[in-house]
């Protein structure tokens, strides 16, 4: 869904100062309605639901569908 706050555009404009990144959307100009990891990255990582795995950069046990167990892991092994 098109994030309500930028329109879609994944910055805002600020009185004066420019533009900065959309803070609902972080810059990405989709938010999620189903639930709430379009708006935190990081909760697309982990879910309870699955069974526990190691993380395949840092070893760490997590339960999530992704290989990695945080988008810090996924970033560094990019």
Known sequence: MICPDCHGKGRIKLFRHGKMPCLECNGSGIVSCCDDAGARPAAAYRDPQ???R????????????AVYCSLRCALADA
């Not at 190691?54 to 569908?65: H, S, T």
């Open 50 to 52: 699955f069974p526990e």
């Open 54 to 65: 190691a993380c395949d950069k840092c070893g760490e046990l997590y339960r999530g569908p």
